[in-house]
């Protein structure tokens, strides 16, 4: 049982990070001018890359801790088709921890927005305006990083249960 612990937090752990990094190149893809003039990677682009990776990688450990739990119940509870229920439930984690990385992006894009009437993120990427992408960082961390205990609670609440029989 050990080895299927091992093979599956592997994958959980690959997959993530390959969705994470797909998930980033989708979100930053609109940046036309990722380099300076110098051909060096602009600062403004690298710190707003720096806080889409660490903020997922925040709900990535999330979301491990939630297929370990799985893990364990699962071995617990001991079904007949123990790998599928891995995949099913491991997925449906991994669905709900991306789905929650995306809503909180579009609401500090949202907030960003309201805050500041007139802010275009290209021109500002254009513009190498590395202020603005480190309140936007900050909020997104903050975001993520502050409601990191309701994610865990929602993740738990996919975890399959183990059935005492409660005796007297």
């Given at each position: ?60 450990s999330d979301i491990v ?47 960003v927005k309201v805050a ?49 029989p409660f005796y007297h």
């Amino acid at each position: 049982m050990n080895s299927i612990k091992l093979i599956t937090i592997s994958s959980t752990v690959t997959l993530s990070f390959i969705l994470l990094l797909f998930g980033i190149h989708l979100l930053t893809k609109g940046f036309k001018s990722k380099l300076n003039n110098k051909g060096r990677l602009k600062i403004s682009f690298a710190i707003w890359y720096a806080a889409l990776f660490l903020s997922g990688s925040s709900i990535i450990s999330d979301i491990v801790n939630a297929v370990l739990e799985v893990i364990d119940n699962l071995i617990n509870i001991n079904p007949t088709n123990l790998n599928v229920q891995l995949i099913k439930s491991g997925s449906l984690i991994i669905g709900v921890g991306f789905v929650w990385y995306f809503v909180w992006y579009f609401v500090v894009k949202f907030s960003v927005k309201v805050a500041q009437f007139k802010s275009d993120e290209h021109q500002e990427m254009e513009d190498d305006n590395f202020s603005y992408f480190i309140v936007k960082s900050a909020m997104l961390i903050g975001l993520i990083f502050s409601l990191s205990a309701i994610l865990t609670l929602i993740l738990r609440t996919l975890i399959p249960n183990i059935d005492m029989p409660f005796y007297h």
